[in-house]
């Protein structure tokens, strides 16, 4: 596997190849983010990961300096994960100027939701997105479902830039108590980890009342929210919405259900399509 730190060094390794898949991350690897490169390398000619903590993406109560960066044991588990290559760059390297351009997503998408608790959020996401995708000369990109918000959004914006990119969605990893994979699990503690495989169960909680004939979606997202309260969260959203543009949803379509709660210090974010 190759590691490379800058852009040119990424263009040399990147010369001979035409069709890249790529799995962007933030490093502090899991077996989620393993999952997506797995996924990739079939459906490319190289399969390339970026490990890059983005500043933009970060509000003024995030981790941005606490954030893991562990990229030893990130590269160790790419390379046994069947990656090729590694672009791990600087922060002066990619943002070697301040990122004035910015891109700017519909409010129709990103006041929604984590858009509403994280405001810009998904502009952040989407301007390092756009950059990683024409850094690594990207055909194919694997995002996490988990993101949901996240990657119906980078979607939308790689079909109004006709983007040659597909995006590819990859499904969400889970414990064996249903806690969706995450690096931010690692900030729980034991107490609070024993706990955590409740934001799925509420999720599923409603998704087997929808499919028993219960419409009234309001009522079961406020169920959900104050089981979860009780139990000792701090709910943001639980929110049932279609799967096509997460507005609000009418019983024909095909819906997902998504919520944001904290539990002590650490927030984690779920979703579960039915």
């Known amino acids: 596997m190759h590691i490379v730190h800058t852009l040119p060094a990424l263009a040399e390794a990147l010369t001979h190849y035409r069709h890249p898949a790529v799995v962007p991350t933030m490093g502090n690897l899991h077996d989620g983010h393993l999952a997506l ?8 000619d190289v399969t390339v990961a970026t490990i ?22 990130d590269c160790a588990q790419l390379e046994a994960a069947g990656c ?3 672009f791990a760059p600087t922060e002066q390297e990619f943002y070697p100027e301040p990122q004035t351009f910015r891109v700017t ?17 998904f502009a952040g996401v989407c301007t390092v997105v756009l950059k990683l995708l024409s850094c690594t000369r990207a055909r194919t990109a694997v995002f996490g479902k988990k993101d949901y918000q996240q990657l119906m959004v ?20 889970r414990a064996s108590d249903g806690l969706a994979l995450s690096s931010r699990n690692g900030y729980l503690n034991e107490s609070e980890r024993a706990k955590a495989g409740e934001l799925h169960a509420q999720l599923q909680g409603i ?8 419409t009234d979606f309001a009522a079961l997202e406020a169920q959900a929210m104050q089981a979860l309260r009780t139990k000792g969260w701090q709910p943001d959203y ?22 944001a709660a904290r539990l002590g210090s650490t927030r984690l974010i779920d979703n579960l399509e039915f």
Do not use: W
């Open 238 to 259: 639980v929110a049932v919405r279609r799967q096509s543009d997460l507005q609000l949803p009418q019983t024909a379509d095909a819906l997902v259900v998504l919520a």
């Open 84 to 86: 090729d290559l590694v």
């Open 207 to 214: 998704a087997h009342a929808v499919r028993a004939g219960h």
């Open 52 to 73: 890059f903590v983005n500043r933009l993406q970060f509000g003024p109560q995030d981790d941005f300096d606490t954030y893991p960066r562990t990229l030893a044991a």
């Open 154 to 173: 980078i979607r939308h914006m790689v079909r109004q830039f006709n983007l040659p990119v597909d995006i590819v969605g990859g499904d969400t990893c």
């Open 37 to 44: 490169v797995r996924q990739a390398k079939p459906l490319g």
């Open 105 to 121: 997503p519909p409010e129709a998408l990103t006041d929604v939701l984590e858009g509403a608790f994280r405001p810009g959020f």
